[in-house]
């Protein structure tokens, strides 16, 4: 595969490489989805196997809705790490040990919002909708997402300073100055160096390995709902609707295609959505399109959708392997912790980017106003409560940050 980029892009890789290249090409996507993927639920307290497995299933059936079009894997979305834990931590505050299944609650009605929003594309065409999300409020609000996960990975690399630098020193090394396919697995390969400096260390208890069966079901845990935590995370979707649209451009251009035209931005959401609700409703976590892998579509120029079909099957396989979640449970916090330094900060830094790549003119005092209120409240912790007859209700965090930034993009005038 060395000289692969050298020649025409791969479209029909059983027909121009054979079944043996392709599977092997499935497994890469595999491996460079799943650091980010069990990271997530690691982060969240979710499962590990149901969030392989909902990775696969919903991959699989997304790309039926979408056409079989777009070479696209579907894996555990970072933006709702802080609104999760978030209600985790006020579900055990009122006593309840149940906090995962009603976030993954707020999740499904998060997916379906994107459902919503794929009928008014449908409708309305991506510009007019697309009109909501300038760069002046997606920028701070990818920049909001980062930062409201800085305390976690702070607080997890605090476990032991010594495993989250090394972690942390991989990572980097592995992204600036690798080559090849290792430099676009950075974040594996930091788990499994650290993994063995704290084995070597003394720091792996590996007890619940030998405890856990080859084979089984993953521990699904059907969502639960309730108002006041839908309030919490549902209205992340208005962040991650606009990571939905870039993400589909991102891999269009990498694949030199438009797939805002066909299979259409309607149907790429609707399968986001659809498959975000799905996997939550059996306590899984929020799906989003995969840069990663997009990544390994730019490096190998193999743009065939199989290929991340096969990464789905063998996605599916690792969540029916309880060995395996063990053994991912097994990896210190503080190693998580070290290289989520790197990956929440990149989030924060993309939004940065985000701001600058688009020229956005802070000499413009609505600009300064819209970025400040988004940031503000949306890392101030912001809570806005209201009621709707006999329900008190809130609007708090990222959610409402969006709202706000939405609303004050569409009612602040242009300077003349």
């Keep these: 595969m060395e000289n692969v980029k050298q020649h025409e892009p791969i479209r029909n890789s059983l027909e121009q490489l054979g079944v043996g290249k392709t599977v092997l090409l499935g497994m890469q996507h595999t491996f460079t989805m799943f650091g980010a993927t069990v990271l997530v639920p690691i982060l969240t307290g979710m499962s590990v196997s149901v969030a392989l497995f909902m990775a696969g299933v919903c991959t699989l059936i997304g790309h039926l809705i979408m056409k079989n079009r777009v070479p696209v894997f579907l894996g555990s979305s970072f933006a709702f790490i802080a609104p999760v834990i978030a209600v985790v931590g006020m579900v055990t505050e009122r006593g309840g040990s149940d906090g995962a299944q009603y976030a993954a609650g707020g999740i499904v009605i998060a997916g379906l919002i994107y459902a919503i929003f794929a009928i008014l594309i449908h409708l309305f065409g991506v510009e007019k909708i697309v009109s909501f999300f300038p760069p002046i409020v997606c920028g701070p609000m990818i920049m909001v997402i980062g930062l409201n996960l800085a305390p976690t990975a702070i607080g997890m690399a605090s476990e032991n300073w010594l495993l ?21 697995i950075p974040v594996i390969t930091g788990l499994i160096i650290g993994y063995i400096v704290a084995f070597i260390t003394g720091h792996v208890d590996l007890t619940p390995v030998s405890q856990a069966a080859w084979f089984g079901l993953p521990n699904f845990a059907i969502a639960k709902f309730d108002l006041s935590y839908i309030m919490v995370i549902a209205p992340v979707a208005f962040a991650t609707i606009v990571e939905h649209i870039g993400d589909v451009i991102a891999i269009g251009a990498t694949v030199e295609d438009d797939f805002t035209k066909d299979p259409g931005l309607h149907r790429t959401m609707l399968a986001d959505g659809l498959m975000t609700a799905f996997s939550a409703l059996v306590g899984g976590p929020a799906n989003t399109t995969y840069s990663e892998n997009t990544g390994v579509l730019a490096l190998t120029r193999v743009w065939d959708p199989l290929v991340m079909k096969i990464a789905a099957v063998f996605a599916i396989i690792l969540g029916g392997v309880p060995k395996i979640a063990a053994l991912i449970s097994t990896i210190p916090g503080s190693i998580i912790g070290g290289i989520s330094i790197v990956l929440f900060g990149m989030i ?66 242009e300077a003349k």
């Design 164 to 184: 989250a630098i090394v972690a942390f020193i991989v990572v980097v090394a592995v992204n600036i100055f690798a080559k090849g396919f290792l430099q676009v």
């Design 348 to 413: 924060a830094s993309i939004g940065l980017r985000t701001v600058v790549e688009n020229q956005v003119d802070f000499s413009k005092s609505r600009n300064l106003i819209i970025a400040a209120t988004i940031l503000v409240l949306g890392i101030g912790g912001a809570v806005l409560p209201f009621k709707i007859g006999a329900f008190e209700l809130s609007l708090q965090g990222m959610g409402l940050a969006a709202i706000v930034g939405i609303i004050l993009n569409k009612i602040l005038p």
